[in-house]
């Protein structure tokens, strides 16, 4: 099949994570063309290899993955529809086993825990919450409260529930196929890191780009 009036269509990734040493074409995105030939061979197209002591972070600009497909093949024409610039990180898998991951974890829980409870005590203490439901108490019942009752117990499991609710975990499983909160915002900050490392790289000069 001639390579004239054929166009691969490249979808590109922000940001792309790898545990080979070697980035090729397929890494950075999904890709699709008419003749499955030519998909193949630019699927094996190297775009760059991680050397032993360097960052294991690189932006490659798809101008340069558009360079390489038209060195091998002139007359393909290149559509990218997704990002114009990849973030690709090496990963290293072993490197995040062991006991000191299960220790990192225990002491990110503790603190998160510990944390939040603080911060609710705090809060309550703040707004006098123990006064309010005195008063409250009072004015339903129209007598002084002799210790926590119904109205304490009450605020506490809603306060369980609407964690839970708001979450939108129980344990590990998601109540709802929405996304919750904190997902929202990790994906957020997620692709704010990966902007700012791409433009960071840009003015810096290290993007691997078109000369």
Same mark, same amino acid.
């Not at 220790?103 to 829980?109: D, E, M, N």
């Not at 704010?192 to 078109?210: Q, W, Y």
């Given at each position: 099949?001639?390579?004239?009036?054929?166009?691969?269509?490249?979808?590109?990734?922000?940001?792309?994570?790898?545990?080979?040493?070697?980035?090729?074409?397929?890494?950075?995105?999904?890709?699709?063309?008419?003749?499955?030939?030519?998909?193949?061979?630019?699927?094996?197209?190297?775009?760059?290899?991680?050397?032993?002591?360097?960052?294991?972070?690189?932006?490659?600009?798809?101008?340069?993955?558009?360079?390489?497909?038209?060195?091998?093949? *002139?007359?393909?024409?290149?559509?990218?529809?997704?990002?114009?610039?990849?973030?690709?990180?090496?990963?290293?898998?072993?490197?995040?086993?062991?006991?000191?991951?299960?220790?990192?974890?225990?002491?990110?829980?503790?603190?998160?825990?510990?944390?939040?409870?603080?911060?609710?005590?705090?809060?309550?203490?703040?707004?006098?919450?123990?006064?309010?439901?005195?008063?409250?108490?009072?004015?339903?019942?129209?007598?002084?409260?002799?210790?926590?009752?119904?109205?304490?117990?009450?605020?506490?499991?809603?306060?369980?529930?609407?964690?839970?609710?708001?979450?939108?975990?129980?344990?590990?499983?998601?109540?709802?196929?929405?996304?919750? *909160?904190?997902?929202?915002?990790?994906?957020?900050?997620?692709?704010?890191?990966?902007?700012?490392?791409?433009?960071?790289?840009?003015?810096?000069?290290?993007?691997?780009?078109?000369?």
């Amino acid at each position: 099949m001639s390579t004239n009036n054929v166009t691969l269509y490249l979808k590109a990734e922000q940001n792309v994570e790898l545990q080979s040493e070697d980035v090729y074409v397929k890494d950075i995105g999904k890709m699709i063309c008419s003749d499955e030939n030519i998909l193949a061979k630019v699927k094996t197209i190297k775009l760059y290899h991680f050397k032993k002591g360097e960052r294991k972070r690189q932006v490659i600009s798809i101008l340069k993955v558009i360079e390489e497909i038209e060195k091998l093949y *002139p007359n393909v024409t290149v559509e990218n529809i997704g990002e114009i610039d990849v973030l690709v990180e090496q990963i290293d898998v072993d490197k995040h086993k062991g006991p000191v991951q299960v220790i990192k974890l225990i002491f990110v829980s503790a603190i998160s825990f510990f944390g939040t409870a603080f911060t609710i005590m705090a809060f309550h203490n703040d707004i006098g919450i123990n006064e309010v439901f005195t008063k409250f108490y009072e004015m339903i019942m129209g007598q002084v409260s002799d210790g926590y009752g119904i109205l304490e117990l009450s605020y506490s499991l809603g306060l369980a529930v609407g964690i839970i609710v708001f979450f939108n975990h129980i344990g590990g499983r998601r109540i709802t196929k929405d996304p919750t *909160p904190i997902e929202v915002e990790m994906r957020v900050y997620e692709a704010d890191v990966n902007k700012a490392l791409i433009e960071t790289a840009d003015r810096e000069g290290k993007t691997i780009d078109v000369d």
